[in-house]
């Protein structure tokens, strides 16, 4: 919670930082998450999972060049998707609280604008399991870290001043979960087969498609 709090101040002194002649709004943030983990080899190959995202977010734009910052507090939900031996898929999902400080710029009409951004974000784990079992795999576990980092790219439409719709690109950037012993047959040992490094961990990337209400 401290962590949260920090990071939420970081957010409004840069907020702060901007001319005082700049708009500021507030409103509130929703979305789907596509989303899905990157892991360091091919031990694990893991599906797109949907989820879904919503929190306040805050906006503090200059008028007439239209750059400014947003930033924004969304419990989001990520994960992956995996099929095990007989092809039965399981779905692990993962809660955060995302913390993302975009620098952004719309340009256009006053009725209909688009903009574009780019920034970091940093997320907490407040749910989900810490372990997954994965049957029929030379995966034991995955287990989900607790804390995360990463960029956000976006564009979108703003529709007369209070509606914003777009789409944003989640690239991360630490390991958000670890891969558990490994647990090789022993047809594959005996074929001369080399015990799996188990040190790679999975990184979340994915799409999301979001709306926003600002007053």
């Known amino acids: 919670?401290?962590?949260?709090v920090g990071c939420?101040?970081?957010?409004l002194l840069a907020l702060m930082a901007l001319p005082a002649s700049a708009q500021l709004k507030f409103g509130i943030k929703g979305g789907v998450n596509i989303s899905s983990v990157h892991f360091n080899s091919d031990?694990?190959?893991?599906?797109?999972?949907?989820?879904?995202?919503?929190?306040?977010m805050i906006e503090m734009t200059l008028p007439l060049v239209g750059v400014g910052i947003d930033a924004a507090v969304l419990y989001s939900q990520k994960g992956l998707?995996?099929?095990?031996?007989?092809?039965v898929k399981t779905s692990m999902k993962t809660d955060y609280i995302d913390v993302p400080v975009n620098l952004k710029w719309k340009f256009g009409l006053p009725i209909i604008k688009a903009y574009l951004a780019a920034g970091p974000y940093i997320g907490f784990r407040v749910g989900g399991d810490k372990l997954w079992d994965i049957p029929g795999s030379v995966v034991d576990q995955v287990k989900a870290k607790n804390f995360s980092a990463g960029l956000n790219f976006g564009a979108g439409v703003e529709l007369i001043r209070h509606l914003q719709?777009?789409?944003?690109?989640?690239l991360g950037?630490?390991?958000?979960?670890?891969?558990g012993?490994?647990?090789l047959s022993s047809s594959s040992l005996s074929s001369g087969g080399s015990a799996v490094d188990m040190g790679n961990g999975g990184k979340n990337r994915g799409w999301s498609i979001t709306a926003a209400i600002l007053f």
């Open 173 to 179: 950037l630490t390991d958000n979960y670890a891969l």
């Open 165 to 170: 719709v777009g789409f944003n690109y989640g």
């Open 1 to 4: 919670m401290k962590k949260i």
């Open 8 to 11: 939420l101040m970081v957010a």
């Open 43 to 56: 031990v694990l190959k893991a599906d797109n999972v949907t989820g879904f995202q919503v929190g306040p």
């Open 81 to 87: 998707e995996m099929s095990s031996v007989g092809g």
């Open 181 to 183: 012993s490994s647990s």
